[in-house]
Every structure is written in C-alpha cells, then in structure tokens.
C-alpha cells in the first residue's frame, strides 16, 4: 500500500510540472500570436507599404505597434481573467468539499 501512495505522490509532482510547463508554453504563445497575425495581414497585397524608396517603413511599423500592442494587451487580460476565474472555481470547490462532512453520502 505504501508502494502505491509513493507511486501517486511521484506521478502528482510529474503531474505539477507539466502544467507549469504547458503555462509557460501559453504565455510564449499567447505574446507571439497577436503580432503575427497582424503581420501577416501586413504582408498581403491587401495594403501596400511599398513606395519603392527605402526597405523600412517608418510609417507601417507605426500602425503595426498600434495595432498590434493593444491586441497582446487584450490577449493577456483575457487569459489572466480566464486564470484568475478558474482559481476562484477551483477555491469554491475546495471549500465546498471541506465544509460537507466526511461519512456524507
């Protein structure tokens, strides 16, 4: 019996460490998404940058920034109010489950 709670403790901590490990692959995500998307439309023929007079494009990296910063803002408030909503689930449930009795049915 001892084997076993040994055996689910090694498998919780394992657990553990591939959800912080996936959080962090969300936020690399979650910061690199918004400004690829809107780089990409930016790389259509649907809008022209080109003036044929210089390689850089003061102007296009303006719009870029200013389109692209509030949507990684958005994003990141939109996924910590996601987070910080599934914590409080979580919160209730463990206090649900504390406040019924143990021999409960």
């Not at 998404?33 to 210089?54: E, H, N, Q, Y």
């Not at 987070?83 to 463990?94: D, T, V």
Request: charged fraction near 25%.
């Amino acid at each position: 019996m001892e084997r076993v709670t040994q055996e689910m403790s090694l498998i919780a901590r394992e657990t553990k460490t591939e959800t912080v490990s996936m959080k962090i692959i969300t936020l690399v995500t979650l910061f690199f998404l918004p400004g690829t998307f809107v780089a990409t439309l930016m790389s259509t023929d649907i809008i022209r940058w080109d003036t044929g007079t210089k390689d850089y494009q003061p102007g296009a990296l303006r719009v870029y920034l200013a389109i692209c910063l509030p949507f990684m803002a958005t994003t990141f408030i939109f996924w910590g109010a996601y987070q910080w909503l599934e914590r409080r689930k979580e919160r209730q449930r463990k206090e649900k489950a504390e406040a019924q009795p143990a021999n409960s049915p």
